[in-house]
């Protein structure tokens, strides 16, 4: 039987405790703030950006390469009809899983993502207006040496324009994986 010498074990025990706990990643990034505006999936102009890609923050083609995490669309009673990557995918391509939930209150408000509650890679319509949480389980972005395996963010939509079906919306998105925080900055939180 292998035992253990007394003194390799004391020397264990003092490099833990000289190393001290361990503390989670900090937030590197600044949260993201943008009015990016896309275009109707259907019925709008050929080539237009359809998407919205939270890690930058921007409106991105809906295409083969899947750089959106989600796709817009107007309905005929003017509603917003959201996909996520993985509803516009055939299921033979591997998309990043995206979570919804409408979030009451005005959109300044929601200063700070929830964790639990948002359903994920499933179809979600919304009036003109409403707030919607978003978590992004992307492994790409949010590896083991990250604070968590998603970000989080919000959108709303603010406005339509019909004729060329533009859909206006406002974007905040904290790139840092396990953050919440929804307001300007760095993130603590």
Known sequence: MHRTSPTLVLIA????TACGTLKPPKAQFPTVSTDPVVFALNGGPAG????????????????????FNLALD?????????????????GLTG???????????????????????????STLVVPVGQVVGVN???QTTCTVYS???SYFAKFVVDSVHP?????FTRLVS????????????????
Do not use: H
Not at 13 to 16: F, R
Not at 96 to 114: F, K, M, N, S, W
Not at 174 to 189: H, Q, S
């Open 136 to 138: 992004v389980l992307d």
């Open 13 to 16: 025990a003092a490099a833990v």
């Open 174 to 189: 904290d790139p840092n994986c396990g953050y919440v925080a929804l307001t300007p900055g760095i993130p603590t939180k």
């Open 48 to 67: 237009s950006l359809a998407g919205l890609n939270f890690l930058t923050g921007t409106s991105v083609p809906v295409d083969a390469r899947f750089t």
């Open 74 to 90: 107007i309905d005929s009673a003017g509603r917003i009809v959201i996909y996520p990557a993985a509803r516009v995918a055939n």
């Open 95 to 121: 998309t990043i899983t995206v979570g919804l939930q409408p979030v009451d209150g005005a959109y300044e408000d929601y200063t700070e993502a929830r964790k639990t509650g948002y359903t994920f890679d």
């Open 147 to 149: 604070l968590g395996a």
């Open 163 to 167: 004729g060329d079906r533009a859909i």
